[in-house]
């Protein structure tokens, strides 16, 4: 692989605390050296070395990938109708994950691969250069096995996600469920998972529930993470925290000590705002954990059922919008703060020896991911030292 | 120019009330022949007509492209730095306007007429194929006069809106403008507008200002338009009804009397929830208005002040969120609804005789607008029968 070097840069997102100009590190004047997957050099236009390849981007501004640390994108057929019936009236509740379920069983994998495919370019062309993917649309030893097989072929980062919802064979005999979860499926599930989750909420697992599969998860050397406080407030953050989990997921809905867990651990609070949009709930209340000291990341979520988006600039811009974060946090969040939800210091930043991965805009200025809300600027994008192809297959 | 053939059509909206299949007039396994720059004929697959070309859209969802009906294109220069402001808690005043007009009078042609293809571009790839453009930023006889005629290369729906607000050349003598606007400026822009329009509005211009201008306008043979209940209640939507104007514009703030007025007329109420979104204000009432048997239109009101975004997509997933319009509701607005707020009734539609302006998206149905808020959907769009390049240039 060959060196690039980015000149032009009308403003670069470096996330970079070395930078010392504010919490997005910004820069002006930049100019990037990309060699191989790594970034090989940041400065000043002026004395950028040279390189095999130069592209001026044009006073454009450029950042680093988006981190997408939350997304279930294994999975067949779409809920548009659940969506339209909720959007008129009738609420939300967990069990509409079954109806994804019987859809993803029937599926062959190729349909699956091809699914996962078409959304992870979307992801590319929206600015996404990492993504997160969990199972659990499947819930059979099975079929949750091979969801973290197909994940695995896309991401590095897949999270076992067998404690989605109780699925209707077992409605009977739910802690069996949870059994079989923490055990046989577990150990067919870890070969291809980095990450154990829980959906800890009223309808799906309690707390002693998510507690046995993680601690299960834990002992076979899977990292934590918890859906938590999306439909009510429920025990999981506490649990995550507890835990050493390296993210909460939702916190839409929080008690005191909630936040007081948040702010004492290293437990990543990770919003999802488009989750909220499209169910009509309130927004989480970023602000209060900003303002206790909890690092907040943003992700998409993405999913058939609560919130089919893959674009993370409409989740910055939801964030401004809806929670009262400044266009800087946001994108902070979605960058660097999807990079500790995932405890990586690789990505998210753009610094010596993080990896390749960068984002142009079509934009002078990282504020108009928020400020031009909808509207497709993703210029360019290379993904480990690759630039990507983002035309519509 | 020849004929095209469309099949595959999973779901096609027709907006046409003869297909007596709900407000989207929609149709299943359908073929769609544009002959032209018109559509031929609308009807069932196994009885297609033969044309020179065929092409197979995969059981994608087929629709009229958008009207969007109210946009503000000629300008130079961009205000994110107030837009991050006012998300931090300083709030909206019509005045940041004068921030434009400096840059726009600034500006020369290339310039200007570069910014307008650009953002036309972006409306194109998001399925936008009749646009209203309006002056305002110019707000001298020859800077109205050059915006309009920089709007006419692009779009036969111009408006001219030299009542935006008052120069600051003019402060001291805001009457004064007023007959400028009336007399002077009028004649040098009539030649190029269609509509004429007035920002009726607190801290703009007031009843006797608009309708001033108003009759002016209808005097030189322009149809009416009025900006109205943006910021606050005010005169401007009864004005708009007693004068017979097109549309009211906004209508965030309405009285009993403004609805009934409204409900009363041919006078369409044009909601623009993408101001509310980006000024952070409450959104308007959809429903009281639907409610109430008032015509309802969607529009982008695409500006670099308050509503940055050429995405109907993005307004279509608002109304829904945000103004309780259900998504057949809001993607009529969308296309009928705008068709109507412009006095015309060749768009919008598709049916025999009406402009080929279609829109296929890349999902099997309209509901994907809202359900995958954020997401570019567009796969290809025809504006008067020719098919249109999409890429990023």
């Known amino acids: 692989m060959s060196s690039t070097l980015l000149t032009g840069i009308g403003e670069l997102v470096t996330n970079d605390p070395d930078q010392q100009t504010g919490v997005l590190g910004v820069r002006r004047d930049a100019a990037l050296l990309l060699d191989g997957d790594r970034v090989a050099w940041v400065g000043d236009r002026a004395v950028a070395p040279v390189a095999d390849h130069q592209v001026d981007v044009g006073g454009r501004a450029v950042l680093p990938g988006f981190v997408d640390s939350h997304a279930h994108l294994v999975f067949d057929g779409d809920r548009a109708e659940e969506f339209a019936a909720r959007m008129a ?46 199972s659990g649309y499947g819930l059979t030893v099975a079929d949750e096995a091979r969801s973290l097989r197909l994940a695995r072929q896309v991401t590095e980062e897949t999270t076992f996600l067998g404690a989605h919802v109780v699925p209707v064979e077992w409605a009977d005999d739910p802690d069996g469920y949870v059994e ?52 009510g407030p429920g025990p999981g953050v506490a649990l995550a ?89 946001a994108v902070w969040a979605a ?10 210091d690789d990505i998210g930043v753009l610094r010596p020896g993080s990896r390749a991965d960068v984002l142009v805009l079509d934009a002078p200025s990282y504020l108009h991911l928020a400020y031009r809300p909808g509207v497709a600027q993703t210029r360019a994008v290379w993904q480990s030292g690759r630039r990507l192809d983002l035309s519509v297959g």
């Open 89 to 134: 009236g009738v609420p939300y509740s967990a069990g509409g994950i079954r109806t994804t379920v019987a859809a993803t069983r029937a599926a062959d994998d190729r349909r699956l691969a091809a699914n996962l495919r078409w959304l992870l370019a979307e992801m590319h062309r929206s600015g996404t250069t990492t993504v997160e993917v969990k």
């Open 180 to 231: 079989l979860v923490a055990t046989t499926m577990l150990r067919a599930a870890a070969p291809y998972a980095r990450w154990v989750d829980v959906f800890c909420e009223r309808g799906a697992f309690d707390a002693d529930a998510a507690r046995r599969v993680l601690t299960a998860g834990a002992a076979q050397g899977l990292g934590l993470r918890v859906h938590a406080g999306q439909l």
């Open 241 to 329: 925290c507890e835990l050493g989990a390296a993210s909460a997921d939702h916190c839409t809905y929080l008690v005191d000590a909630d936040v007081a867990a948040l702010a004492g651990s290293a437990t990543v609070a990770t919003l999802l705002p488009g989750a909220e949009f499209s169910t009509g709930s309130r927004y989480p209340d970023a602000r209060r954990l900003l303002d206790a000291g909890v690092c907040v990341a943003l992700a998409t979520d993405c999913n058939p059922g609560t919130s089919y988006t893959t674009s993370m600039p409409f989740i910055i811009a939801l964030a401004v919008r809806e929670m009262r974060m400044t266009v800087a946090e």
């Open 335 to 344: 960058t660097a703060g999807g990079a500790r939800a995932l405890r990586r």
